[in-house]
């Protein structure tokens, strides 16, 4: 209590200055006084929480960009990863039409069955060497056979049909001997799937 009195007598001599003040030099000296202590309390106090306002507001802003760009990657990853399992499952659907070379055997008794189920004669049936490409062979067979028009086109139509890849080229077509008959001589061309040396090395 006596701190206080001794305070409240320091100021006295600067209270009463301003009670022999002027109305409107009161008035100002309140107006100064209420503005500094508005400004040091808005200063100390509310500005360094605006200055963290704004910052955890642009440090959200950044956050949900990344995240609108984070989730458009991830929606392309997913239409990648589609496209990629459509791309496998071509992949083994055409590999199934390029045969292994243990199939071919196989192969080439479907093609002979395919003429002889429509009645025309195999005279030749003689595979040709392999012609090497990038991931795959060639495999032509020479192939003679005697029947009518309408069986050759039938043969034909079957070999076509089978599910691996058999192409029939350089097709000509004579008259027998006998002249009862057509001699068709033709090249079939089937695949056969070929696996490097870095592939297996990967396998």
């Known amino acids: 209590m ?48 605006f200055e963290k306002l704004d910052k955890l507001n642009s440090d959200y802003t950044s956050l949900e960009n990344k995240l609108v760009s984070i989730k458009t990657k991830a929606a392309q990853l997913n239409k990648y990863r589609e496209k990629m399992k459509t791309a496998e499952a071509n992949y083994k659907i055409a590999m199934k039409a390029l045969p292994d070379k243990k199939e071919i055997p196989s192969l080439l ?3 002979t069955k395919s003429g002889k189920d429509v009645g025309l004669e195999f005279l030749l049936f003689q595979p040709e060497a392999e012609i090497n490409k990038d991931f795959y062979a060639e495999i032509p067979v020479s192939i003679t056979v005697a029947g009518n ?21 350089d097709i000509v077509m004579t008259l027998s001997s006998e002249g009862n008959r057509l001699n068709t001589d033709c090249t079939a061309v089937t695949y056969k ?11």
């Open 2 to 49: 006596k701190k206080f009195d001794i305070s409240l007598k320091a100021i006295e001599p600067l209270l009463e200055n301003i009670g022999k003040l002027s109305k409107v030099h009161r008035i100002m000296i309140c107006v100064a006084t209420f503005i500094v202590i508005t400004g040091s309390f808005f200063y100390f106090l509310y500005l360094p929480k």
């Open 109 to 111: 008794t479907d093609i």
């Open 149 to 169: 028009y309408h069986y050759v086109g039938l043969f034909f139509d079957n070999v076509s049909r089978l599910f691996r890849i058999v192409n029939i080229k």
């Open 193 to 203: 799937f070929v696996e490097t040396e870095e592939k297996k090395e990967k396998k």
